[in-house]
């Protein structure tokens, strides 16, 4: 419970004289003598007056206004859509909570913490119900990973190349510290029938999203997330608790989460069969493509950006993912593809994680065509467009995990084009 | 014993019970729930075997006035879809350079359509319909491309009977083989 704080009689002596200097401070007339002073106009306005106040939330710069989700939403349905990580404007792996990417089936929930339950049931011993307040007692573990939307990057089917800044292709991912309860501690708990070999999780949003999930998953190192990067969820990543599926598609990652049932067989719900399946080029589709491919994209330089200095020295920079484990490698090439280098990975090398990657890149004035190409632990190379077309046709719409070309005119302007 | 080596001995005893029991590093805090599991609210996921599906019936002619005033404003007048998909039509187009996953074309299990209808439609007033309107939805959806007959009665029973175009169209990817 919490106590109402108290204040000695000292503190308040403190206070109320501080409280007088600094009343004393703003009474002070201003004299100024300014011929004699030693900085009359060299120093900025913000050295030359006492700052602004304190704040009880933090908020970027006003001049880092532009850095924001870009929002493409059904106008008929607003709730229904998603926003997009500004990955271009955006440096390191932590993606700030305000610019995680969303995705909601329909608007973000306002759930009252002290009316939302986790209900597990279904194949268990035992059907069990947690509130906040007890779930707060459990242990608990912080793991740093990417969630990335199964639609990312579907632009690049389209025939031509989408002239979209980086994040706002490619940016339904994003990257965060994640604090939550292992679910296999709350499954024992219920106690896991043998025949049980899914799990349907739902939500409590407007969708009632509901889809299956192996339970092999949910015991090996899913979370029931109650933080992000440290503070409690936002409402939009999934208030008061989601699920977190290191490394597999962000529609399996169910926010809002308010019951796990575990039963022998997927449910077939919408989200695994009309949505988040691939077309295949014979007219069949792939099913329970649960886990994100390595991927990668340079993030500078990139389109919306130019090259001012010619010659100049530019730093390439990016970032890259797997959802099979750790990146080993990303190579960039500056001529379509013809010849590669190894670029400088950033450490600490996270399993499931962003990884930062840069390379310093000394331009002539040529023209030239920017790749990166991730390697991943098991050894899975990240394919060029053409191969994934090759493999997957033109409609697989989900699961794009293709090399991004950026072509870098002789000018210094910047164009996404699809690779040769 | 004196006092003292009595605390001694309980301490000791109360470390070596905590340390035998390494693994129990928490409390269960669990409340037992299988009333609430048993309450419609919190059995929703109707599998392709329909055993959950609440009793009710409907007809097309029925769904087609629903779908009229509660769904073409999204999914066009003819459910060939507007703002929001299209749900009708396009059956066999999946090979074709224009594939369209409409629920008849794509969907494999009728119950799914029942079950998302229920749940999340219309966007701007989930759980809104009456058993008896999601039947009569979805057998106008199903109607539209002779997946059912016009007068075909759509409940609880025949629901999961109804054999999708794309019932084999899928390959589960899970488990990686």
Same mark, same amino acid.
């Given at each position: 419970?919490?106590?109402?704080?108290?204040?000695?009689?000292?503190?308040?002596?403190?206070?109320?004289?501080?409280?007088?200097?600094?009343?004393?401070?703003?009474?002070?007339?201003?004299?100024?003598?300014?011929?004699?002073?030693?900085?009359?106009?060299?120093?900025?306005?913000?050295?030359?007056?006492?700052?602004?106040?304190?704040?009880?939330?933090?908020?970027?710069?006003?001049?880092?206004?532009?850095?924001?989700?870009?929002?493409?939403?059904?106008?008929?349905?607003?709730?229904?859509?998603?926003?997009?990580?500004?990955?271009?404007?955006?440096?390191?792996?932590?993606?700030?909570?305000?610019?995680?990417?969303?995705?909601?089936?329909?608007?973000?929930?306002?759930?009252?913490?002290?009316?939302?339950?986790?209900?597990?049931?279904?194949?268990?011993?035992?059907?069990?119900?947690?509130?906040?307040?007890?779930?707060?007692?459990?242990?608990?573990?912080?793991?740093?990973?990417?969630?990335?939307?199964?639609?990312?990057?579907?632009?690049?089917?389209?025939?031509?190349?989408?002239?979209?800044?980086?994040?706002?292709?490619?940016?339904?991912?994003?990257?965060?510290?994640?604090?939550?309860?292992?679910?296999?501690?709350?499954?024992?708990?219920?106690?896991?029938?043998?025949?049980?070999?899914?799990?349907?999780?739902?939500?409590?949003?407007?969708?009632?999203?509901?889809?299956?999930?192996?339970?092999?998953?949910?015991?090996?190192?899913?979370?029931?997330?109650?933080?992000?990067?440290?503070?409690?969820?936002?409402?939009?990543?999934?208030?008061?608790?989601? =699920?977190?599926?290191?490394?597999?598609?962000?529609?399996?990652?169910?926010?809002?989460?308010?019951?796990?049932?575990?039963?022998?067989?997927?449910?077939?719900?919408?989200?695994?069969?009309?949505?988040?399946?691939?077309?295949?080029?014979?007219?069949?589709?792939?099913?329970?493509?649960?886990?994100?491919?390595?991927?990668?994209?340079?993030?500078?330089?990139?389109?919306?950006?130019?090259?001012?200095?010619?010659?100049?020295?530019?730093?390439?920079?990016?970032?890259?993912?797997?959802?099979?484990?750790?990146?080993?490698?990303?190579?960039?090439?500056?001529?379509?593809?013809?010849?590669?280098?190894?670029?400088?990975?950033?450490?600490?090398?996270?399993?499931?994680?962003?990884?930062?990657?840069? =390379?310093?890149?000394?331009?002539?004035?040529?023209?030239?065509?920017?790749?990166?190409?991730?390697?991943?632990?098991?050894?899975?190379?990240?394919?060029?467009?053409?191969?994934?077309?090759?493999?997957?046709?033109?409609?697989?719409?989900?699961?794009?995990?293709?090399?991004?070309?950026?072509?870098?005119?002789?000018?210094?302007?910047?164009?996404?084009?699809?690779?040769? | 014993?004196? #006092?003292?080596?009595?605390?001694?001995? #309980? #301490?000791?005893?109360?470390?070596?019970?905590?340390?035998?029991?390494?693994?129990?590093?928490?409390?269960?805090?669990?409340?037992?729930?299988?009333?609430?599991?048993?309450?419609?609210?919190?059995?929703?996921?109707?599998?392709?075997?329909?055993?959950?599906?609440?009793?009710?019936?409907?007809?097309?002619?029925?769904?087609?006035?629903?779908?009229?005033?509660?769904?073409?404003?999204?999914?066009?007048?003819?459910?060939?879809?507007?703002?929001?998909?299209?749900?009708?039509?396009?059956?066999?187009?999946?090979?074709?350079?224009?594939?369209?996953?409409?629920?008849?074309?794509?969907?494999?299990?009728?119950?799914?359509?029942?079950?998302?209808?229920?749940?999340?439609?219309?966007?701007?007033?989930?759980?809104?319909?009456?058993?008896?309107?999601?039947?009569?939805?979805?057998?106008?959806?199903?109607?539209?491309?002779?997946?059912?007959?016009?007068?075909?009665?759509?409940?609880?029973?025949?629901?999961?009977?109804?054999?999708?175009?794309?019932?084999?169209?899928?390959?589960?990817?899970?488990?990686?083989?």
């Amino acid at each position: 419970m919490n106590k109402p704080p108290v204040q000695s009689r000292r503190q308040f002596l403190q206070k109320a004289a501080l409280g007088g200097a600094l009343a004393g401070t703003v009474s002070l007339p201003l004299l100024v003598n300014a011929d004699k002073l030693e900085f009359p106009d060299n120093l900025p306005e913000w050295m030359r007056a006492p700052g602004g106040e304190f704040g009880n939330y933090g908020q970027p710069s006003k001049h880092e206004q532009q850095v924001i989700r870009w929002i493409s939403a059904n106008p008929a349905a607003p709730g229904n859509g998603v926003s997009w990580t500004p990955l271009h404007d955006l440096q390191g792996t932590i993606t700030p909570n305000g610019l995680h990417y969303e995705r909601h089936h329909n608007g973000v929930p306002q759930i009252d913490p002290t009316q939302h339950i986790l209900l597990i049931d279904g194949m268990v011993e035992q059907a069990l119900s947690f509130d906040i307040e007890s779930l707060m007692r459990y242990p608990m573990v912080s793991r740093i990973c990417f969630i990335e939307c199964g639609g990312n990057s579907n632009s690049g089917w389209r025939s031509n190349p989408i002239q979209s800044q980086a994040g706002y292709a490619h940016g339904l991912v994003s990257n965060a510290e994640w604090t939550g309860i292992p679910l296999k501690l709350l499954l024992k708990e219920a106690g896991i029938q043998t025949s049980a070999k899914w799990v349907i999780a739902e939500g409590a949003d407007a969708a009632a999203l509901n889809i299956s999930i192996p339970l092999e998953k949910l015991l090996d190192d899913a979370l029931l997330a109650l933080y992000q990067n440290g503070e409690r969820l936002r409402p939009e990543n999934g208030y008061p608790m989601r =699920l977190v599926l290191p490394g597999w598609e962000g529609i399996l990652n169910v926010k809002w989460l308010r019951q796990l049932r575990l039963t022998d067989e997927p449910i077939m719900s919408r989200d695994e069969t009309s949505q988040y399946t691939e077309l295949m080029p014979d007219g069949s589709a792939r099913q329970f493509t649960f886990i994100n491919e390595a991927k990668s994209l340079i993030t500078s330089p990139s389109l919306g950006m130019m090259l001012p200095d010619n010659p100049g020295i530019y730093q390439i920079s990016g970032l890259a993912w797997s959802g099979r484990g750790k990146i080993t490698r990303v190579e960039i090439s500056a001529d379509g593809g013809d010849s590669w280098v190894d670029a400088k990975l950033q450490g600490p090398i996270l399993d499931k994680a962003f990884t930062r990657f840069s =390379l310093p890149w000394h331009w002539q004035g040529e023209y030239a065509i920017l790749q990166s190409r991730a390697t991943d632990e098991t050894g899975y190379v990240q394919p060029s467009r053409e191969a994934l077309i090759e493999n997957r046709g033109k409609h697989g719409f989900f699961h794009y995990n293709a090399i991004v070309s950026w072509e870098i005119t002789e000018e210094g302007d910047i164009n996404h084009v699809y690779g040769f | 014993m004196s #006092t003292v080596s009595k605390v001694f001995t #309980t #301490t000791l005893l109360l470390l070596l019970a905590s340390y035998s029991h390494a693994e129990s590093d928490h409390q269960s805090l669990g409340k037992p729930a299988e009333a609430l599991s048993q309450q419609t609210q919190w059995n929703l996921s109707i599998a392709p075997d329909g055993k959950v599906l609440p009793k009710g019936k409907g007809f097309a002619a029925q769904g087609q006035q629903i779908f009229a005033l509660k769904c073409a404003v999204c999914h066009g007048p003819e459910a060939i879809g507007a703002s929001a998909d299209p749900l009708v039509g396009e059956v066999g187009s999946l090979t074709s350079d224009y594939p369209e996953k409409t629920v008849n074309s794509y969907w494999p299990y009728a119950t799914t359509l029942f079950d998302y209808i229920r749940r999340s439609m219309p966007i701007n007033a989930p759980f809104s319909l009456t058993p008896d309107e999601v039947y009569a939805l979805s057998a106008y959806i199903l109607s539209q491309d002779a997946i059912i007959a016009e007068d075909f009665e759509l409940n609880e029973e025949t629901l999961p009977r109804v054999t999708m175009p794309n019932r084999d169209g899928f390959t589960a990817f899970y488990p990686e083989k």
